[in-house]
């Protein structure tokens, strides 16, 4: 009795075998059209997506990295022409200073050797008049003194005299 | 290795022991009744009535009959109740005779099942003697048993010629129902990819089976398979949830052990078989019949090479139908123990244990789907490999191939 129902337990039995064939071929068909496709497609398609944000996002921060150190570039280059500027700007600035300088030296030069000249021009013209002028009085004041000096006898012979006594008659 | 050997070694003994108790426990029961074992007819009819009458009559119980009964399969679907008060939805029988194709409602039978309810279809008389069909005698024995019994030693064995039975039987009711439940869940979780987006998290039935479509994906078939697995993971899927989901059916109680059943594992298998021989490539048939070996151990290595075609998938059968089925058989032994001791009070014992195999094939029932999709993908794998012996490394070697 054992052994017989046993014996239905490890003989497959025909029935089965043909119904679990057909249940199996169909389920497998139905599924794989109908489920497994289009579940493993959109796992698929999701999987790609998480693996392209992440991409993508890997390539946004490259990018910002690129932006970031850019922006540190043009700053930098920013710097340096705002410093040349300046530094350009200093050096018209003494350049025209200097020129100013020198143009403005010469010209006081010129003034200065003018006027130096038209002094000495002035001072020899004085010079000269005044000059002109002492001959002038020297010549009146020798007349009015030769006059007065030889307005009487006496005074010529005194001078007659006077003139005797330096004169060494030797 | 040597904890693999250990646990290797704890497993057997404890198979070995389960094993034995139940071995036992039949011997036991047989020998209960040793007065009817007299081949005559006072022991058929007492052997035939089977557990139930037995039951009834306060006589002693062949727990291993019933176990036996409650594990096979079934021409209604027996919710509870002996005899003649079971409650049970009758089922369509279909058999091929003679005479073309009779259909009929297993409820016909009135219950029956030691051949005396003969059912006349197409000029052809069936009775039903062990959940098994058989052509009527034309007179009844003095039993009012229509078919011819003989018995030998403990077994009794039936004559008469048997009809093609294509019925649909429990384990063939429950597949039905287990494939609309299977083709219900996935083809809703398709349809919520497709209206929510992918973008979204999973919900719902989406969240709890996503994660297994991806274990079967990644670490069964591309794991397993390697390059080219994409090609097999709707088989595998198929597979992996067409075990998962009637081993879960089959524990709840008045499911059928359908997963336990040696005509639907032999079924998977042989799928296997085909799927991985028609994909086997010249590496794998070179590797069975040119083996990298002396040519004077060819004559012993082909043959054997030859038989593990066979073996492979001959495994993965008796696994599934072995397991499934002694979870079974334990914890309706296990019940048993009440009747047998025919005291209560083994009863905490009893639940104790049978709650403890319960949650252990909950694990099974997980396991061993795994455990058979991960072997076909083995199977696989080692027929559409490259060119290693093994077949084991084949992802590397791709790796390699792109390295140069």
Known sequence: MNL?????????????????????????????????????????????????????????????????????????????????????????????????????????????????????????????????????????????????ELSSDDKQKALVNNLMKDVNLN | MTSKINTYKRFTSIFLLIFSLFIGFSNNLSASEPQEHEVDATHIEADTHGGHEAHEANGPIDISAIALEHVSDSHSWHFWGEGHDAVAAPLPIILKGNNGIAFFMSSEFHHDNEGKVVVEKNGERFVMFEEKIYFANETANEYGQYVTLTAEEKEVSVSNAAPLDFSITKNVAQMFISVFVILWIFISIAKAYKTQGVTSAPKGKQ?????????????IAKGNIGHGSEKFVPYLLTVFFMILINNVFGMIPIGANLTGNIAFTLVLSVATLIVTNINGNKNYWSHIFLPHAPKAIWPILIPIEVVGILTKPFALMMRLFANMTAGHIIIISLVGLIFVFKTIYIAPVSVAFALFIDVLECLVAFLQAYVFTMLTALFIGSAVADHNEDGAHNSDDKALEAGH
């Open chain 2, 207 to 219: 969240s709890f089976f996503e994660p297994l479509i991806l274990f079967v994906r990644d670490d």
């Open chain 1, 4 to 148: 017989f129902i046993l014996a239905s337990l490890i003989e497959p039995a025909v029935g089965l075998i043909f119904w679990t064939t057909i249940t199996f071929v169909l389920l497998l068909v139905l599924l794989g059209k109908f489920a497994w496709k289009p579940i493993l497609n959109a796992i698929k398609t999701r999987e790609k997506g998480i693996e392209d944000a992440l991409a993508s996002a890997e390539n946004a921060l490259n990018d910002m990295r690129e932006l970031k150190s850019n922006n540190e570039k043009i700053l930098a280059e920013a710097r340096a022409e705002r410093d040349n500027l300046l530094k350009e700007a200093r050096d018209t600035k003494d350049a025209i200073i200097a020129e100013a300088k020198a143009k403005s030296q010469a010209e006081a030069d010129r003034i200065m050797s003018s006027a130096r000249e038209q002094i000495t021009n002035e001072k020899n013209a004085a010079v000269a008049e005044l000059k002109n002028q002492v001959a002038t009085l020297s010549i009146e004041i020798a007349e009015k003194i030769l006059r007065s």
